[in-house]
């Protein structure tokens, strides 16, 4: 299976070899800012530089006691836990439509629903900050959630689109057939199979959501500021150790995100395997 | 014989009305999505698309003088029932307190126009008497005298315009009508927008350098190694934009964790200036954008069967041209795909190079935002915005076309 076995030649040895030491590079390239950022947090001092000149919790304090760092994070939950539910009612259910409708229309109609995903964020923005106005909409949360939903619900449509694609329909046929009414089946064979689909669905949508920023810049009043807005700000006018605590709880909160999905996945893996 | 047709016909046709209902139920479920991003998506930015062209505030301050102005043919100077209409629209539109708005847009369109129209609103005591209308304008403010400043208002006059789509490509209407160059002045956008070009084209090359390894590795790797290297590309692709953008800004500013290094190390005597400038947009940009590079490459490569490599080698092929001959062709779509999905991406790219750029690394997104919160000249924000979309669109149009059937990984971040 690895292709060190075929490593007859020097030359090939030699490319495997930078091809090693590049990637290296390339990965520490990745992992290090995240990792830089974390101690300093941490730090006693009030300076973002190494050596750290003591440990200390006074940044987190900071962040709990400031209304306005609590507030948005308060916000980020809110309007990503809204546009999360609504996301997977529209995006489960378009996907399920999609799923078995058949015209040569589907094509276009699905480039539609996956178009937010590609459109530049500072359009959507744009756009949404001219239509939402008039009617009252931007400085409001249901403003935002409903932007927010719209650039999630396509990452519904995929991963849930995926899941029903793997799905085998036999599966709900021979539940039919066995005698469970369409809702039975619904809940006891069909839901437990398309559950992690669904989960991941909703992983992405969150995390969609919870890291927008250019529509809250366009559409947020003070009152509905989100985490990333907030440190969009501080990292403008001056970034204090504070923002390097709110960057570890966002990152915290990524990584939770990132490893249900791959739990997820794996299970999903499994199942699957167990099938074949 | 006839009697098994007769039974068969209406069956097929139940048949077909049994899959047409389920056609009708699966695309009923479709529609409340399409509703939705018809009034969140589409509709907002097809509301942008038309603001690019609408150009109708000086039609509403100053009607009597568009009308008047809609025989005349800009090759001399308008008549006087021309001027007695544009000293009535004043006087109107100074007690409705309109000038402004009126101004402002002829503004755009011939510097100090603004001047023109409040200081002849200042000084146009009452309605000119009968035949003196001319006179008296032109002894306010000479400007009057001038074709240009008519030619301006009647271009201005809508309901819509191509103004601001040409002033985005820095080409305006000469006074007879004609396309030409804008002034200097006036004439940046073609530059910002090589400049986005040449931004993101950079960073789609150093992400594909970059990529191109690591995708490799992943995939000659055996699973359980290459599952486990690929949290480094998985976590920086989960983590915050914003975080991130941060992270460098720590590490590159003057008395960041690099210069500091470099110091330290004795490689530098100075602090080396690596943030708020080109590299740092880049370098910020690259890290954001590299996984969106290597994931389409890893799965692309995924699929090559080492059986290909060995049957070159068994063959006689030398390693390299076996790499380049085999192994490289097979891997074009995947490089296809990623460069296309990493510009694409790069081109609408507003936080990062608002954060980590100088003045002079903003791109488009930029400009929009700027023309559309701070000096909200709407009708340029747009047609820019126009532009950024129409190029986005095409290039998303052949990404499609490169990817069909694949399946499609996101997470996508400005």
Sequence with gaps: ?276 | MTAASLTEVPLKRRLRRAERTRQVKALALVLPLLVFLLFTFAGPIAGMLWRAVDDREVRQVLPQTIAALANWDGKDLPDEKAYAALAGDIQAARAAGTIALAAKRLNYALNGFRTILTSTARNLKAVPEAGTAKETLIKINSAWRERTTWTTIKDAGGPITGFYLLAALDLTRNADGAIVAAPPDQAIYRDIFARTFLISLGVTALCLILGFPVAYLLATLPPGRSNLLMIFVLLPFWTSLLVRTCAWIVLLQSKGVVNDSLLWLGIIDEPLRLIYNRFGVCVAMTHVLLPFMILPLYSSMKAISPAYMRAAASLGAPPLTAFLRIYLPQTLPGIGAGSLLVFILALGYYITPALVGGAADQMISYFIALYTTETANWGLASALGAVLLLATLLLAIVYGKLVQGQPVTGGMKN
């Design chain 1, 1 to 276: 299976m690895s292709d060190n076995s075929s490593l007859r030649t020097p030359s090939q040895r030699i490319a495997w070899t930078a091809t090693i030491a590049i990637s290296t590079l390339v990965f520490i390239f990745l992992i290090a800012p995240i990792l830089a950022i974390m101690p300093l947090s941490f730090s006693s001092g009030s300076y973002l530089t190494y050596p750290l000149p003591g440990l200390s919790l006074r940044w987190y304090d900071d962040f709990i006691n400031s209304p306005r760092w609590m507030n948005s994070l308060k916000n980020s939950m809110i309007i990503g836990v809204a546009s999360t539910l609504l996301s997977m009612v529209l995006g489960t259910l378009a996907a399920l439509g999609l799923a078995q409708w058949k015209s040569r229309f589907k094509p276009l109609v699905l480039a539609f629903v996956l178009s937010p995903v590609v459109v530049p964020g500072v359009i959507t923005a744009v756009g949404l900050y001219f239509f939402f106005a008039p009617i009252g909409l931007t400085g409001s949360y249901l403003g935002l959630i409903l932007a927010h939903t719209a650039l999630a619900t396509p990452f519904v449509v995929i991963t849930v689109g995926a899941t029903l694609q793997s799905f085998d329909t036999n599966l709900a046929r021979a539940a039919a057939s066995l005698g469970a009414s369409p809702l039975q089946a619904f809940r006891r064979v069909i839901l437990p199979l398309i559950l992690p689909g669904l989960a991941s669905g909703a992983l992405f949508a969150f995390a969609t959501s919870f890291d927008e920023v250019v529509i809250v810049l366009f559409m947020a009043g003070p009152e509905q500021r989100t985490l990333p807005r907030e440190m969009f700000s501080g990292i403008r006018e001056n970034i204090s150790p504070t923002i390097t605590a709110a960057a570890v709880i966002l990152t915290t909160v990524s990584v939770i995100l990132l490893a249900t999905l791959e739990a997820l996945r794996r299970r999903n893996e499994r199942l699957k395997g167990g099938g074949a």
